[in-house]
């Protein structure tokens, strides 16, 4: 099972990351819901690091890699970018409000935040990691 | 992501087939800035077809909302899968726009 990609920073690139994820955990039987919301995890972190983290820079790549272990999924997606993501400057988004302006953005990591189990940022020189993990048994 | 839209003199359906993420999304919401979607008393989105949604996706009908309602167009959402309604239900936004079981229920409102 191949578990690991390469990407180039296109956001053409999510759909295949989807998919990806989708084909690894194919041998866990999860249920519909519940491989939805960790494809759609996946998804958020990597759109953010291609879009705002990277600028949708194609020369840019990320690294991801899939296991299982112990009944925990985890991912983790390396990139180099100057600009990594400090999980302390988030805040919960006040939906009311982003209706009422309109906002666009802004609730990715929130879904992020409240599927996943654990979800870590760190920053190593000039390689930045995000890892996340759900337990699926 | 593909859309396929129909509209009668008070309500517009759009038909979204396929996956909404952050590429995808600025299909949508080109459709509905629009300003003849203002015309309508009511904007229906048949999901029947639309298999995923990320925030990018959400994210475009957040943005409308406001101004739908300063312009009394009701959105409505019919059809959703279970997995897409899910993703609506973590963020509490299913309590904020009106998401109903079929197109019968939606005509109705």
């Known amino acids: 099972m191949k578990n690991a990609i390469r990407i ?23 249920s519909d819901l519940h491989l939805n919301q960790i494809v759609l995890a996946v998804d958020e972190v990597v759109a953010n690091l291609i ?3 990277n600028g949708e820079d194609e020369s840019q790549h990320l ?42 953005g802004g609730v990715g990591m929130t879904l992020v935040n409240r599927i996943m189990d654990r ?5 190593s020189g000039s390689r930045n990691v995000c890892r996340l993990y759900k337990k699926i048994s | ?12 359906t759009l038909a979204l087939d396929g996956e909404l993420d952050a590429s995808s999304s600025v299909l949508l919401d080109t459709e509905l800035t629009k300003p003849d979607v ?10 029947q077809k639309l298999n995923y949604i990320s925030s990018a996706g959400l994210g475009v009908f957040i943005s409308h909302l406001q101004q739908f309602q300063d312009a009394g167009v009701k959105l409505v959402f019919f059809n959703m899968q279970e997995k897409v309604h899910n ?17 019968v229920e939606a005509s109705a409102i």
């Open chain 1, 63 to 104: 690294n991801l890699h899939l296991s299982v272990k112990d009944h925990v999924f985890g991912i983790e997606i390396e990139d180099d970018s100057k600009s990594s993501y400090a999980p302390s400057s988030y805040r919960e988004p006040d939906l009311q409000e982003h209706i009422r302006t309109g906002k666009k």
């Open chain 1, 119 to 123: 979800v870590e940022f760190t920053t």
């Open chain 2, 38 to 47: 203002l015309k309508y008393q009511k904007v229906l989105i048949d999901c």
């Open chain 1, 8 to 30: 180039s920073c296109n956001r053409s690139n999510l759909k295949v990351v989807r998919d990806f994820v989708s084909t690894y955990l194919a041998a866990y039987s999860l």
């Open chain 2, 1 to 12: 992501m593909k859309i396929t839209q129909q509209s009668t003199d008070n309500t517009l």
């Open chain 2, 87 to 103: 993703v609506f239900e973590i963020l509490g936004l299913d309590a904020l726009m009106t998401i109903v079981p079929s197109a």
């Open chain 1, 51 to 53: 879009i705002h983290a």
